[in-house]
Structure formats: structure tokens, C-alpha cells
Nanobody, 120 residues
């Protein structure tokens, strides 16, 4: 089992910055990849960015050049640095981890979500 705890959300003005954190505990050695998703009212949950165990990253086109994902393996913590925030970035942001099971299969774990509101 993997537990994920998010922090860092809040209210910020357009053009501002926030850093989200996701602390993982439990069977962290089984994690293959971690990422951030977001969901705004009336929209599907979308992948924002993810990072694999090998360190490769992917970003949605809408956040490229503004958001940066990173991880501290020793602290079992993942971060999302968000710069130049726009009102359309307003959403609930979720931490996600894909982990191996005993039977060689994969399952996903989710944090509770943290609200990010970008408004003047």
C-alpha cells in the first residue's frame, strides 16, 4: 500500500507561483512513476505531468515552460513548481503514484487533492 499526502495549494494572483508537495509513505519502493493530475468543474481529469523511476518527464502542452516536476527520493516526496499561473490553471490537483503489485501488475494510488485557485 502507498499513501500520498498533498500540500501547498491555495489562492494566488495571475502570474504568481505555487509549489505543491506530495509525500509518499508505505511501500514506496514499489512505485514505478508519479505524477500530477488536475480536474476543473465541467472538465475531465487530465494529466499535468509525470516522472518515471528513471527520471524521464512529460508535460501537458498547456503547462510546458511554466510547470516543473521534481522528486526527492530520500524524502519520498514529489514537487510541482508552478510559475506564471493563469486563471485556467484553477483546479483540484491530485498526486498520483503507479505501483507494482505482488503479482506483477500495476495499480494507481491517489492523494486527497489540493485546491489551486488563480484569480485577481
Amino acid at each position: 500500500q502507498v499513501q500520498l499526502v498533498e500540500s501547498g495549494g491555495g489562492l494566488v494572483q495571475p502570474g504568481g507561483s505555487l509549489r505543491l508537495s506530495c509525500a509518499a509513505s508505505g511501500s514506496t519502493s514499489s512505485i514505478n512513476a508519479m505524477g500530477w493530475y488536475r480536474q476543473a468543474p465541467g472538465k475531465q481529469r487530465e494529466l499535468v505531468t509525470h516522472i518515471t523511476s528513471g527520471g524521464s518527464t512529460n508535460y501537458a502542452d498547456s503547462v510546458k515552460g511554466r510547470f516543473t516536476i521534481s522528486r526527492d527520493v530520500a524524502k519520498n516526496t514529489m514537487y510541482l513548481q508552478m510559475n506564471s499561473l493563469k486563471p485556467e490553471d484553477t483546479a483540484v490537483y491530485y498526486c498520483n503514484a503507479d505501483a507494482r503489485t505482488t503479482w506483477g501488475m500495476s495499480r494507481s494510488y491517489w492523494g486527497q487533492g489540493t485546491q489551486v485557485t488563480v484569480s485577481s
